[in-house]
């Protein structure tokens, strides 16, 4: 039997499939450990086989569910918990991560009213600490080296900490704020607040590289993830001491941009999907909250959103500690299956290059100074736990780090339309640009509607524009960052208004800002003002030539299409990227419901189809589809891959059938009868 003093020799990086329980214990929490049922839970990984699993420790509450010596203990514990999952993972091989909630710690502020946050208007946060209170070394750093040492886990996946945290006018910051400017602390409006918000930044990135560097003192083996960091939310963070990324999301649309934004930061990753679905009758009233275990075939399409990318999939499931579902046993070893079967030739895989969505780290930071947060995702992951976890604003608090700003809106929403364009496409960060990534090997390069951009980023993108790179300008914010270097004039409209594209001869609304630019340019796409499409005609998308390459451009923004997707506008969006790059490595005809990532993995080139037709799609706000069992196969998809030389094999995976195939003119044709979830075509 394994020592469960010492961790599992399993790092993530070697880990495909995981499983995470949280708790979240509150003061009134009765007899942990009374249902205890080692046996049950030696079942579960026997049937399921994780590579690793994350149990609870201290949820948003602050009580921890093991019986700690340095933090607050929930009450009437019955048995260490804690203890009982490293003894069953152990035995196991199974690697044992904490759930621990960070900077959210309710009982540390109880305890210590003078640790909390407080708000601009002087409110007093009860959920909050303050990162430059004594919090991170009396209470934070000694536990995390308790659970690392004394129960020997493997790592923490923090929660409660980048992705919630308000901004802060407590004593603590504003002596940091002192020292540095020697002034008071500037409110939003202030000229100085940008500057703020950068301090806080950094103090956040200081609190992270203190509490990794101190526990890998104590644990030098100990992996540490805090949950969204280096995500989307901060793209151009990057943390020596953090040893693997990922984040926990309940949609598909979420999953495409978080998964998308960790595969480019070259290190373990992973996304936490929901097995369960949630409702909430009356949340003003937080009551009538219930949740059930989704679907088999639910479950799978959210698995190969992550899996399709190279990355790790893991599900979270009811809040439990102390023992498991045993019905829910079989659908999980179900969906184990799927992974398992698509591991070899997913797992770790790298994107080819082919379309880029660029995201500026500028750009989500302006959006942050701004006060510009509307939401892309309904509702974020910060809303997502009322009334269980009762995370409502606290008067006027703001976060430091919102889960949606107008930039990231933009960006996520033509992640989307490319996407359902069927592109093969990957988040381009600004960092990577700036570390000199090859970016002629991308056929085009898509740049969001935005305020600001990287300058350095920006000559780069023109540069591989002027060497016959593709590039597509999406928004008025953004012509008007570019209208010198194109030689146009633009007038970005203010508001946010419905609009009419012309798409085909019918109209498709979309609600955007937008401009009307004035230039030498072809048009090839027209808007009105009504849906009846008469009155004057405006500019809805231009193309012209730049150096070698070509520039195409949208007048309006597409955050709108993220929350409101039209067939017709995704029509649209595709005809504006086909007349600049015709010839994309992978194309696929016979269903618009089909996602494909093409990734590269020892030495094979393999198209990722996945099947994102579901019930999900018909969700409307006065209908929730919560669980849907079926998703309608797809028949007769025709594949179409460039490829220099007749290929020695193609092969339909996991079935492992050969491909009935031509060549023909350096291309790759096959079809493939029918696709149900997730399939991959190995060609080398």
């Given at each position: 039997m394994s020592n469960p003093a010492h961790p599992v020799k399993k790092t993530r990086a070697d880990s495909f499939l995981g499983m995470h329980f949280d708790f979240h214990a509150h003061p009134d929490q009765e007899h942990i450990g009374a249902t205890a049922d080692p046996e049950q839970i030696d079942r579960l990984l026997k049937r399921v086989k994780p590579d690793f699993l994350q149990c609870d420790t201290k949820g948003h509450f602050g009580y921890s569910s093991y019986p700690t010596e340095v933090g607050v203990r929930a009450p009437n514990q019955t048995r260490d918990i804690l203890r009982m999952w490293r003894e069953v993972t152990a035995?196991?091989?199974?690697?044992l991560y904490a759930h621990h909630s960070s900077l959210w710690d309710e009982a540390a502020v109880q305890e210590h009213p003078d640790w909390a946050v407080i708000d601009e208007y002087g409110t007093i946060s009860d959920k909050f600490v303050s990162m430059f209170s004594p919090f991170l070394y009396k209470r934070f750093i000694p536990q995390m080296i308790e659970i690392a040492v004394k129960y020997g886990l493997d790592g923490v996946w923090v929660d409660g900490d980048i992705w919630c945290m308000p901004l802060d006018y407590s004593k603590w910051t504003q002596d940091v704020y002192f020292e540095q400017y020697g002034k008071s602390l500037p409110k939003r409006g202030d000229a100085d607040f940008p500057q703020y918000l950068a301090l806080l930044r950094d103090g956040y990135r200081n609190f992270v590289r203190i509490y990794c560097d101190e526990i890998h003192a104590a644990a030098p083996g100990f992996q540490i993830c805090s949950s969204a960091l280096m995500g989307a939310i901060d793209p151009d963070?990057?943390?020596p001491g953090i040893g693997f990324v990922s984040t926990d999301t309940p949609r598909l649309r979420e999953m495409r941009l978080y998964a998308r934004t960790f595969a480019?930061?070259?290190?373990?990753?992973?996304?936490?999907?929901?097995?369960?679905a949630y409702t909430v009758i009356d949340v003003a009233a937080g009551t009538g909250f219930y949740y059930t275990t989704k679907e088999l075939p639910q479950l799978c399409q959210e698995a190969s959103m992550a899996i399709a990318l190279g990355g790790s999939f893991q599900f979270v499931?009811?809040?439990?500690?102390?023992h498991t579902y045993a019905w829910a046993i079989p659908r999980w070893e179900q969906l184990a299956l799927f992974c398992r079967a698509r591991e070899p030739f997913c797992f770790q895989a790298k994107p080819i290059p082919q379309t880029a969505v660029f995201c500026s780290a500028e750009a989500v930071y302006h959006s942050v100074a701004e006060g510009d947060s509307e939401r892309l995702f309904p509702p974020s992951t910060a809303e997502k736990c009322k009334p269980l976890l009762d995370l409502k604003p606290e008067g006027n608090s703001e976060r430091l780090y919102p889960l949606s700003t107008a930039a990231l809106q933009e960006t996520g929403a033509l992640l989307d339309v490319l996407l359902d364009n069927q592109y093969s496409v990957e988040v381009l960060l600004a960092e990577r640009i700036a570390t000199g990534e090859n970016l002629s090997d991308f056929g085009l390069i898509?740049?969001?509607?935005?305020?600001?951009?990287?300058?350095?980023?920006?000559?780069?993108?023109?540069?591989?524009?002027?060497?016959?790179g593709s590039l597509l300008l999406a928004g008025p914010q953004t012509l008007a960052l570019f209208a010198d270097d194109l030689g146009i004039a633009v007038d970005p409209a203010a508001e946010s208004r419905f609009i009419y594209i012309d798409c085909e001869g019918s109209a498709v609304a979309i609600a955007s800002r937008f401009c009307t630019p004035i230039g030498n340019f072809t048009a090839t796409g027209r808007f009105y003002m009504s849906n009846f499409m008469d009155g004057e005609a405006c500019t809805a998308s231009f193309e012209l030539p730049f150096g070698k390459g070509k520039i195409a451009a949208l007048s309006f923004g597409l955050a709108d299409y993220a929350q409101r997707p039209t067939t017709r506008m995704r029509r649209f969006i595709g005809m504006c990227v086909q007349n600049i790059w015709p010839l994309?490595?992978?194309k696929v005809t016979g269903s618009q419901y089909i996602e494909v990532s093409f990734m590269e993995k020892d030495g094979k080139r393999c198209?990722?189809?996945i099947n994102s037709l579901s019930g999900a799609r018909f969700t409307s706000e006065s209908v929730k589809v919560m669980t849907f069992d079926e998703i309608p196969p797809l028949y007769n998809i025709d594949v179409a891959i460039a490829w220099p030389s007749r290929p020695s094999a193609v092969m339909i995976e996991p079935v492992h059938s050969a491909a009935n195939y031509s060549y023909k003119n350096g291309m790759i044709q096959l079809t493939l009868d029918k696709l149900e979830i997730h399939t991959v075509i190995t060609v080398e």
């Amino acid at each position: 039997m394994s020592n469960p003093a010492h961790p599992v020799k399993k790092t993530r990086a070697d880990s495909f499939l995981g499983m995470h329980f949280d708790f979240h214990a509150h003061p009134d929490q009765e007899h942990i450990g009374a249902t205890a049922d080692p046996e049950q839970i030696d079942r579960l990984l026997k049937r399921v086989k994780p590579d690793f699993l994350q149990c609870d420790t201290k949820g948003h509450f602050g009580y921890s569910s093991y019986p700690t010596e340095v933090g607050v203990r929930a009450p009437n514990q019955t048995r260490d918990i804690l203890r009982m999952w490293r003894e069953v993972t152990a035995q196991n091989n199974v690697a044992l991560y904490a759930h621990h909630s960070s900077l959210w710690d309710e009982a540390a502020v109880q305890e210590h009213p003078d640790w909390a946050v407080i708000d601009e208007y002087g409110t007093i946060s009860d959920k909050f600490v303050s990162m430059f209170s004594p919090f991170l070394y009396k209470r934070f750093i000694p536990q995390m080296i308790e659970i690392a040492v004394k129960y020997g886990l493997d790592g923490v996946w923090v929660d409660g900490d980048i992705w919630c945290m308000p901004l802060d006018y407590s004593k603590w910051t504003q002596d940091v704020y002192f020292e540095q400017y020697g002034k008071s602390l500037p409110k939003r409006g202030d000229a100085d607040f940008p500057q703020y918000l950068a301090l806080l930044r950094d103090g956040y990135r200081n609190f992270v590289r203190i509490y990794c560097d101190e526990i890998h003192a104590a644990a030098p083996g100990f992996q540490i993830c805090s949950s969204a960091l280096m995500g989307a939310i901060d793209p151009d963070c990057r943390m020596p001491g953090i040893g693997f990324v990922s984040t926990d999301t309940p949609r598909l649309r979420e999953m495409r941009l978080y998964a998308r934004t960790f595969a480019q930061r070259n290190m373990a990753w992973d996304i936490m999907g929901w097995a369960f679905a949630y409702t909430v009758i009356d949340v003003a009233a937080g009551t009538g909250f219930y949740y059930t275990t989704k679907e088999l075939p639910q479950l799978c399409q959210e698995a190969s959103m992550a899996i399709a990318l190279g990355g790790s999939f893991q599900f979270v499931n009811f809040p439990t500690i102390d023992h498991t579902y045993a019905w829910a046993i079989p659908r999980w070893e179900q969906l184990a299956l799927f992974c398992r079967a698509r591991e070899p030739f997913c797992f770790q895989a790298k994107p080819i290059p082919q379309t880029a969505v660029f995201c500026s780290a500028e750009a989500v930071y302006h959006s942050v100074a701004e006060g510009d947060s509307e939401r892309l995702f309904p509702p974020s992951t910060a809303e997502k736990c009322k009334p269980l976890l009762d995370l409502k604003p606290e008067g006027n608090s703001e976060r430091l780090y919102p889960l949606s700003t107008a930039a990231l809106q933009e960006t996520g929403a033509l992640l989307d339309v490319l996407l359902d364009n069927q592109y093969s496409v990957e988040v381009l960060l600004a960092e990577r640009i700036a570390t000199g990534e090859n970016l002629s090997d991308f056929g085009l390069i898509a740049l969001p509607d935005m305020a600001v951009i990287e300058a350095d980023a920006k000559e780069r993108l023109l540069a591989y524009a002027r060497e016959g790179g593709s590039l597509l300008l999406a928004g008025p914010q953004t012509l008007a960052l570019f209208a010198d270097d194109l030689g146009i004039a633009v007038d970005p409209a203010a508001e946010s208004r419905f609009i009419y594209i012309d798409c085909e001869g019918s109209a498709v609304a979309i609600a955007s800002r937008f401009c009307t630019p004035i230039g030498n340019f072809t048009a090839t796409g027209r808007f009105y003002m009504s849906n009846f499409m008469d009155g004057e005609a405006c500019t809805a998308s231009f193309e012209l030539p730049f150096g070698k390459g070509k520039i195409a451009a949208l007048s309006f923004g597409l955050a709108d299409y993220a929350q409101r997707p039209t067939t017709r506008m995704r029509r649209f969006i595709g005809m504006c990227v086909q007349n600049i790059w015709p010839l994309p490595a992978v194309k696929v005809t016979g269903s618009q419901y089909i996602e494909v990532s093409f990734m590269e993995k020892d030495g094979k080139r393999c198209v990722n189809l996945i099947n994102s037709l579901s019930g999900a799609r018909f969700t409307s706000e006065s209908v929730k589809v919560m669980t849907f069992d079926e998703i309608p196969p797809l028949y007769n998809i025709d594949v179409a891959i460039a490829w220099p030389s007749r290929p020695s094999a193609v092969m339909i995976e996991p079935v492992h059938s050969a491909a009935n195939y031509s060549y023909k003119n350096g291309m790759i044709q096959l079809t493939l009868d029918k696709l149900e979830i997730h399939t991959v075509i190995t060609v080398e």
